[in-house]
């Protein structure tokens, strides 16, 4: 089941490069599609910082921790010996969007972002699919601690008796 986590980060990874490649060499920095008028346009940045552009121009402190983080992520899959469906998911959109947004630090010195939402005249921070894939991993982590880490728990702890 382990390997299936890995299986699914190594996809996220595929895509989040495949689609940043394609707007890198598609679209000229800052050009601005729009999608959805007044809504919804693919609109190429690079962000050297983290969401927000917090902590900008420190790319490599960034990775550091993107690493330390990644490290304790593999550590506790590897010493979890009981995952549900949704678990294996979600860690493996937490790897994949973990090393999407590292590699682009570490070979570019920046996160090319490029999805861009304008709700209700908000222009929500430009993203990428790590992004997206974090994200996502961190709503099936809090769903699966309502409804069905009880389950996971219970199972632990019969196998411990």
Known sequence: ???????????????????????DCLM???ENISIVPNFF??????????????????????????LIFLFFVIKYINENSTM??????????IVGG????????????FVIDFFSFNIFGYYFPIFNIADVLIVVAVIFLIIDSFIGGDKVDSRRRE???
């Open 1 to 23: 089941m382990k390997k299936l986590v890995y299986i699914i980060a190594i996809i996220g990874v595929l895509i989040d490069q495949i689609s940043k490649i394609l707007v």
């Open 28 to 30: 000229n920095l800052g």
């Open 41 to 66: 346009s693919i609109r190429y940045i690079r962000n050297t910082g983290a969401a927000w552009g917090m902590f900008s121009n420190n790319t490599f402190i960034l990775a550091i921790v993107s």
């Open 84 to 93: 549900n469906k949704l678990n294996i998911i979600s860690f493996g959109f």
């Open 98 to 109: 973990i090393i999407g947004n590292l590699i682009d630090r570490l070979l570019r010195r």
């Open 159 to 161: 196998k411990k008796n």
